[in-house]
């Protein structure tokens, strides 16, 4: 499989993890989630979830189970962002590596094609779920409201190599 296809991802949001709706998951068929936790879910500034997103989550949890897997190796902040918000976690995860992906994936018994990974960065979520198999979406990162005007240098450079290796980033329209 070239890089341009193993960079791209199935969905862009084009918005934050709170713009994912029920609706997008059912017309895909995907039952559940993986979800990258740091600048994905909170942003690395933040020690919790915002009310938006805990909203936002009860709307999602009817339709798919949910597990939280995290590069960071700090059980301390993951740990606490999934107490939080009731969800199982798994840190240290070194995405790319699909390892914790499968572990996550195995513990909610379905197949491989009904889970999404959900993530803002393209070298490790996307090329994370991708390599496993997953239908993978890019979420826009989640941004402190007191930072409003934060850039993101990696992800900017993410964008840049992975569109010069083919991957089509455009906003997905429904």
Not at 71 to 92: D, E, F, K, M, Q
């Amino acid at each position: 499989m070239s890089w341009g296809k193993l960079l791209q991802p199935d969905v862009v949001l084009g918005g934050p993890i709170t713009t994912l709706t029920p609706a997008l998951l059912e017309r895909h068929g995907l039952k559940g989630l993986i979800l990258d936790v740091d600048e994905t879910l909170v942003p690395v500034s933040l020690k919790q979830a915002s009310d938006e997103l805990t909203q936002w989550l009860e709307q999602i949890r009817p339709v798919a189970s949910i597990w939280l897997v995290s590069n960071n190796i700090s059980r301390t902040r993951i740990g606490g962002i999934a107490a939080s918000l009731r969800l199982p976690y798994l840190v240290g995860a070194r995405k790319p590596s699909r390892r914790k992906l499968r572990e996550a994936a195995s513990s909610m018994n379905m197949p491989i094609e009904q889970i999404a990974m959900v993530g803002d960065r393209l070298f490790t979520d996307v090329l994370a779920g991708n390599r496993l198999g997953m239908f993978t979406i890019l979420v826009d990162p989640m941004v402190n409201p007191s930072q409003t005007n934060k850039r993101y240098p990696v992800h900017a450079a993410e964008v840049w190599v992975s569109q010069i290796l083919g991957a089509s980033l455009a906003p997905w329209q429904e």
